[in-house]
């Protein structure tokens, strides 16, 4: 489905995410740069969204933001109906934990786990119990066809792979919503298009929001919607 | 997948940085122990010096210990052997040794010179004490005063080379008596013998107690010296005493033992010390490491927190580093704690005489379970304090900020 800038998802659908007019900017010394300047946008559960637009547009932080790694300055932000600004850190770190799944631009694999060790990380945070780990991280790299690579390290895998075992990994807490930061960035064309065709097809299997932040145009073909930012605005 | 196992994985990611972290660790360790190990002989051999020496439990006159006199035995203990009868009806009392304290010259007819000496139950003495003369020549006393010979006397080997005395020499000892007059007794050497202190090798000589009584013109004895079945019935057995004597004081060995009181002080501050720098290197190190290993996993350490890991579930993962240096440092310490124990008694080192003093001693390190633990404990605590202030900041630190560390 290709891409179409919209700021909000189809009437019907339910909003997973809510942002109303959030605001977002950073000191540089006596310098204050806005990141964010009154973004409102929504998206609904099972939905893969696109997030485009060049370097300092704002995607990552909006991304961050999505993700309850950083707060707005000002407005609002509900995730599956629940207001995050008035979340402790403790409850913040919990709702990650337990809702949301992260794909990194440069993996962010620990190398001196296997893949398997590194799929089982979200579960083991999660308190989950060790047989049911083990079932559940098997099943996650069958889903991304890494089965036989169980047991290599991130540095005998290949770039495509490694990103697969970060999907692996976004995806093996069965969250509602997964943020992926330029997951193809360092990935060549035809792995990228496999990447994220695994990406939005598993979440969409698993029911879980998607919202892709990248400068590359050809990831619009992948998502379901579109949507542009430049200098912290939505176009 | 368990923590613990993470941890062991992340300790091992540098190598050489970590064996080099659990040498020094291993190393603080072995010398805690080493010292710890030495300072308890040392305590150990004293207190059993001390406690050989004057008995578990002393028992005097109430003036003895604090009073002055103004002759000889005035506070002297009244029939010594009644009260020593007495104390041995306790089957917790091993032996009662009536002792008599005197001072006067021991002369050679040509020259004299100052003494210092006790009367003792000769045979009592040796059955309790074991062998605790340490005689450089002759023998030391017969069990009891041989009858029709001069008395026998034992003299420390400086006061022996100023007399120019040996074992069968005739010497004389002159004393002032009870009554206030100078007496003078013929007495035959009948072995010569060091203390192991120059300055008491000067002055120090042993006679039976009945010689000794005969010079002072006295019946009486200056202390009874109590020994025990086991010195942890001490206690009781000092109320019991008290309760029968109440006329009498009483001193504990430790009372009097204060060379062993100086020598422990001054240990337990030297070897605190010791301890410290010991802990606070081990603390340097391991906080140099966590810290090291912190920086280089700063983007890790945001992944993690993205992931929903806890600022304080980070830092327990690298507490959890810490303490398996510290832990592996430990064990590797004791092991090579006990390799050193082992060499020292193999090659019989011998420590040097210390100050005041004319002999050395074996070396030994006496290494109990409880300083395996303590030392052990201080290691691996130290270690995690190391870990848990090293990581404590960067576990806190803005995740966004860390995920895009460089």
Redesign the interface.
């Known amino acids: 489905m290709s891409g179409t800038p919209a700021l909000e998802s189809p009437a019907a659908a339910t909003p997973l995410l809510r942002l109303r007019e959030v605001f977002r900017a950073y000191r540089a010394g006596p310098v204050v740069v806005p990141a964010l300047r009154g973004v409102s946008l929504q998206a609904s559960a099972g939905e893969v969204l696109a997030l485009v637009g060049p370097s300092g547009s704002g995607k990552s932080t909006l991304l ?1 933001v999505c ?1 309850l ?2 707060a707005p300055d000002a407005g609002s932000y509900e995730l599956d109906g629940r207001e995050t600004g008035r979340l402790s850190p ?1 409850a913040r ?2 709702l ?3 809702r ?1 799944g ?1 794909v ?1 631009q ?1 993996f ?1 694999l ?4 296997t893949a398997f ?1 590194n799929v ?3 579960l ?3 308190g989950v119990p060790r047989r049911e780990r083990r079932r559940r991280a098997e099943e996650a790299l069958s889903a991304v066809g890494l089965l036989a690579e169980i047991g290599r390290r991130p540095d005998r895998l290949s770039g495509g792979q490694r990103q697969r075992v970060a999907i692996a ?1 976004a995806l093996v807490k069965r969250p509602s919503l997964v943020l992926a930061d330029e997951p193809t960035a360092n990935l060549d064309g035809a792995t990228a298009g496999q990447v994220l065709d695994l990406l939005r097809d598993l979440s969409r299997a698993r029911g879980a929001t998607v919202v892709v932040a990248t400068h590359d145009a050809r990831v619009t073909h992948h998502c379901d919607r579109t949507v542009a930012l430049r200098d912290g605005v939505l176009a | 997948m368990t923590w613990i196992w993470f941890a062991l994985k992340n300790v091992r990611r540098n190598g050489r940085r970590a064996l080099l972290t659990l040498l020094i660790a291993a190393v603080g360790a072995a010398c805690l122990l080493v010292f710890g190990g030495y300072g308890q002989y040392t305590y150990a051999a004293l207190e059993e010096g001390s406690a050989r020496d004057t008995g578990h439990l002393v028992l005097a006159h109430r003036d003895h210990f604090d009073g002055d006199e103004d002759l000889p035995m005035q506070h002297g203990l009244p029939d010594p052997a009644g009260l020593a009868a007495a104390a041995l009806e306790d089957p917790r009392v091993r032996a009662a040794l009536p002792r008599l304290e005197l001072s006067g010259l021991l002369s050679n007819g040509e020259k004299s010179a100052v003494f210092v000496g006790t009367g003792v139950d000769a045979g009592g003495e040796f059955k309790v004490r074991g062998p605790f003369l340490n005689l450089v020549e002759g023998t030391a006393l017969s069990p009891a005063p041989a009858a029709g010979d001069l008395p026998e006397i034992l003299v420390g080997q400086e006061l022996a080379r100023t007399l120019r005395a040996h074992p069968g020499t005739v010497l004389t000892l002159l004393a002032t008596t009870t009554e206030g007059s100078l007496n003078a007794q013929d007495v035959r050497v009948r072995g010569l013998y060091t203390t192991g202190v120059t300055e008491l090798d000067r002055r120090a000589v042993m006679v039976h107690l009945a010689t000794a009584q005969r010079l002072l013109l006295t019946d009486k004895a200056s202390v009874l010296a109590v020994y025990l079945q086991a010195a942890t019935d001490l206690p009781a057995v000092r109320a019991d005493l008290a309760a029968a004597h109440p006329e009498l004081a009483q001193r504990t060995w430790l009372d009097l033992a204060t060379y062993y009181q100086a020598v422990r002080a001054l240990y337990d501050r030297i070897f605190g010390l010791l301890g410290l720098v010991i802990v606070v290197l081990v603390l340097f190190a391991v906080s140099n490491t966590i810290g090291m290993a912190v920086v280089e996993r700063t983007r890790e350490i945001g992944t993690f927190r993205a992931l929903g890991a806890s600022p304080g579930l980070v830092t327990r993962n690298m507490v959890l580093e810490g303490l398996l240096v510290g832990v592996g440092g430990a064990v590797a310490g004791a092991l090579l704690a006990l390799a050193a124990a082992f060499l020292i008694d193999a090659f019989h080192v011998q420590m040097p005489p210390p100050p005041g003093r004319s002999v050395g001693y074996p070396l030994h390190l006496d290494l109990t379970a409880g300083l395996f633990l303590r030392d052990g404990l201080a290691v691996t605590l130290a270690a995690a304090i190391a870990a848990f202030g090293a990581s404590r900041r960067a576990a806190a630190r803005d995740i966004v900020e860390a995920l895009t560390h460089v």
């Open positions: 961050h993700g790694l950083d403790a770190t919990a990650r934990r337990e949301i992260f990194f440069g962010n620990v190398p001196v786990l060790e089982e990380v979200p083991l945070l999660a990994r």
